[in-house]
């Protein structure tokens, strides 16, 4: 009865505590819409506008040097773009350099991460050298890379062994493509690893002690306690690199302007709008590229099966 | 109580915010419409969009090159002040093309490179030039600045390209230089003593200049009809084509390719040519301005310096050398078209172009202009008469509003040279550059 009596006003208190909360949270989602309602409607301003208008132009055959020769094509330019290899060919290389970068990025990242995260001393210094890289421009970063590797001024010939010195890293499609990773690695594991170290501090050390304390050995509390408890840190940071790294741009154009098939599909999308100005198609390609980082996204989210606003709410 | 006093706090601060604020906005127009106005006096400024010239010398003193020009082409009614545009050609010609169709006002005149003319041309960018522009100006660069039928652009300086070589390797290798020489025998030769054949093989439009000169001097053309546009005949596919692939495909795949064959460019090649007289050397196939770097560089290697010709696609058939520039359009766009197209004259006159030619190494489009006693002092007199003849008898790009649409199709089936193969490339290049000029292909 005790029990009965104690249990039974509960749920009544729990309804209204829970009708309350309710109440709160929905007062306070109006008041969270209310507030982000002014940047939401600039950025509805600024970016929906453009895309509009790719969509719009998508469906022309347009020049930008012959606007009178204008001529609407329907889905034309889209057919053109996906039975053309060299679109295939460029998402091939996209989603390489994404997929390499990437993983090697999440490897090395998590090793910094851990570093920065376990430091007693010198934190300072180790944390702001390893972030060094992600401070600088990738254009800068690029040529830096490029000059490396370059055949007549490069140094990284003569550093590799098993490498001639007349090796030529821009010569051929695999050699230039990895000079291109290696440039775009350097440059955002930093940023990887930044992410990944907000969600190492998330990690409880009583758990840590807890599995220590039932005899869990270090590769152990890895793979069972860090890694599962970081799962939506690991997501955030992959999302953001991997989003990041399909839209590869700069690094391309300054190491080998898409020479030797190591252009990537916004680097494709740049020529056919800004060298070739070709609205049309260039639109459609812009277009094909939004959907791919739109499909990209939501096959992560998937993966990861992880809910972004509950992962916010962790913390 | 509580709530009158910021009020009229605030409305006591008001009227000196606003003064602040109508202060910063008077400041802000005057100093808006002094940079738009030209100048106290009303007089008009003619903005010369100029393509970046060659670092003046130590010691010069004055404005160099165009900059030089603008200020000596500035009279009492009008000044001409330069605007730098990007290094590359094809950075020059994206930023002008994008400000054109916007139909920015503050171009007046604009240095075009002459494969990018047709194309400023044909899209209705330029106003007209003077009739007598084309006047004592060498063929060449009179074609190089048409279109149409019309001359559109005044030619300010030509360039060619010329074949310089070391006087050493050629005698080891017992090659007469006096006489025309073909692609085949300098690889040849080339490979029988060590050396290399530079040449610019990059993917980009330089590697193009190359094979165009290859076909012309085989007798045929990339495209021909130009005037039709998009619906130009592709003559790729042919035995010029066929003999400039095989050309390519012989040296890419000899000893005397240069290791960075397929990225290189007209600054790669320089080094190959040897820095001190112990280097084997070689030839290479470069612009005008060779001689001046040379000059400036070790004594015996410039000694041991030879320039001839353009080499023979075919033995016995005169070669075509490749012609560059730049030609001097007026915007159609400018709201002074009237005072610019009178800069022009001034510009491009004679005497300009010789000292242009005298500052920067960049030879003259006036053919008068290579009998100025000036310029004679400047250069030996068979080198001047090659460059002359050679930009007389040049095989320019053809004049098309699609070059660049050509220029990405031909390098995408001959990048890299290693992989062009004489008896597919030419065909799949004039099938690859009809569907993109269709539309019916990326590129």
Known sequence: MATGAVTAPRPQASDRARRAATERSRGENRLGWKLVAPAVVMMLLVTAYPMFRALYLSLYKYRLTAPEDREFVGLNNYLAVLTDSLWWIDVGNTVFIMVVTVAVELVIGFAFAMVMHRLIFARGIVRTSILIPYGIITVVSAFAWQFAFSLNNGFVNGWLPLVGDDFNWFGSKWPALFAICVSEIWKTTPFMSLLLLAGLSQISEDMLEAAKVDGATWWQRLWKVIIPNMRAAIMVAVLFRALDAFRIFDNIYVMTRGAQGTESASFLTYRQVIEQFELGI?????????????????????????????????? | MGRPEPHTASRRKHPRRRQVALGMVAVIASSLLAACGGGDSGK????????????????????????????????????????????????????????????????????????????????????????????????????????????????????????????????????????????????????????????????????????????????????????????????????????????????????????????????????????????????????????????????????????????????????????????????????????????????????????????????????????????????????????????????????????????????????????????????????????????????
């Open chain 2, 44 to 443: 008009p400024t003619l903005t010369w969009y100029i393509n970046p010239d060659p670092t003046a010398p130590g010691g010069f003193k004055g404005a160099f090159g165009q900059a030089g020009i603008a200020e000596r082409c500035s009279t009492d009614e009008y000044t001409v002040e330069t605007e730098l545009l990007p290094q590359s050609a094809t950075e020059q010609r994206i930023q002008l093309l994008r400000r054109l169709a916007a139909e920015d006002t503050s171009i007046d005149l604009m240095s075009l490179d002459p494969v990018f003319t047709a194309e400023f041309a044909d899209a209705g960018y330029l106003a007209p030039v003077p009739a007598n522009a084309s006047e004592g100006v060498l063929q060449g660069a009179v074609e190089g600045a048409s279109w149409d039928g019309k001359l559109v652009a005044a030619p300010l300086w030509a360039n060619t390209q010329v074949l310089w070589y070391r006087k050493s390797l050629a005698e080891a290798a017992n090659l007469d230089m006096t006489q025309p020489v073909t692609w085949d025998q300098i690889i040849d030769a080339a490979v029988e003593n060590k050396g290399t054949v530079g040449v610019q093989a990059n993917k980009y439009e330089g590697y193009v200049v190359w094979i165009n000169a290859l076909i012309t001097s085989a007798g045929g053309a990339i495209i021909t009809e130009t005037d039709k546009g998009a619906d130009a005949d592709v003559g790729v596919d042919s035995e010029a084509g066929t003999v400039a692939a095989g050309i390519v495909e012989k040296l890419a795949n000899s000893s005397a390719a240069q290791a960075d064959l397929s990225v290189s460019n007209e600054g790669t090649v320089i080094p190959y040519l040897g820095e001190k007289a112990s280097d084997p050397g070689g030839f290479m196939v470069n612009w005008t301005f060779i001689y001046a770097t040379f000059k400036g560089g070790d004594e015996a290697v410039f000694k041991d310096l030879g320039w001839a010709r353009y080499p023979q696609s075919v033995e016995g058939k005169e070669s075509r050398p490749p012609i560059g520039g730049i030609n001097i359009g007026v915007s159609a766009f400018s709201e002074n078209s009237d005072l610019a197209t009178q800069a022009v004259e001034c510009i491009t006159s004679e005497e300009n172009q010789v000292t242009y030619a005298i500052e920067t190494g960049n030879m003259p489009a006036s053919e008068a202009a290579y009998d100025d006693e000036a310029l004679k002092k400047q250069f030996p007199t068979d080198l001047l008469e090659l460059f002359r003849e050679s930009i007389e008898t040049a095989g320019p790009r053809p004049p098309s509003p699609y070059w660049n649409t050509v220029v990405s199709a031909v390098l995408s089936k001959w990048h890299p040279p290693s992989e062009v193969d004489e008896k597919t490339t030419p065909e799949e290049t004039a099938t690859f550059i009809n569907a993109v000029l269709d539309g019916d292909a990326l590129v």
């Open chain 1, 282 to 315: 260039g639109s459609a390609l812009s277009v094909l590229l939004f959907l791919s980082v739109m499909l990209i996204a939501f096959l992560l989210v998937k993966l990861f099966k992880v809910d972004l606003a509950a992962a916010r709410q962790e913390g």
